[in-house]
Nanobody, 120 residues
Framework: QVQLVESGGGLVEPGGSLRLSCAAS????????MSWYRQTPGKQRELVAL???????NYADSVEGRFTISRDNAKKMVYLQMNSLKPEDTAVYYC??????????????WGQGTQVTVSS
């Protein structure tokens, strides 16, 4: 069993910054990709940013240049630094990760989500 726990969401004014964190724990042998998704009511969950085990990154066009994803493999954590936030960034943000457990079985899990609200 693997657990992903997000933190760092909240209310911020337009133009402000927030940093999300996600900690992975449990029967983890190795973590492959780690990513952040977001979802608003009535819409599909969308990929915001992804980082591979080797550190390669990919961003949604809507956040390119404003958001930065990073990870600490030793701590089994992934971060999302969000700058120049806009009202349209308001959503529930979810952490996702995939990897292998101690028995060599592949897994993929989601965190419980953290609310980000951008409003004046």
């Amino acid at each position: 069993q693997v657990q992903l726990v997000e933190s760092g969401g909240g209310l911020v004014e337009p133009g402000g910054s927030l940093r999300l964190s996600c900690a992975a724990s449990g029967s983890i042998s190795d973590i492959n990709n780690m990513s952040w998704y977001r979802q608003t009511p009535g819409k599909q969950r969308e990929l915001v940013a992804l980082i591979t085990r080797g550190g390669s990154t990919n961003y949604a066009d809507s956040v390119e240049g404003r958001f930065t994803i990073s990870r600490d493999n030793a701590k089994k954590m992934v971060y999302l630094q969000m700058n120049s936030l806009k009202p349209e960034d308001t959503a529930v943000y979810y952490c996702n990760a995939d990897g292998w457990n101690t028995w060599g079985t592949r897994w993929t899990y989601w965190g419980q989500g953290t609310q980000v609200t951008v409003s004046s």
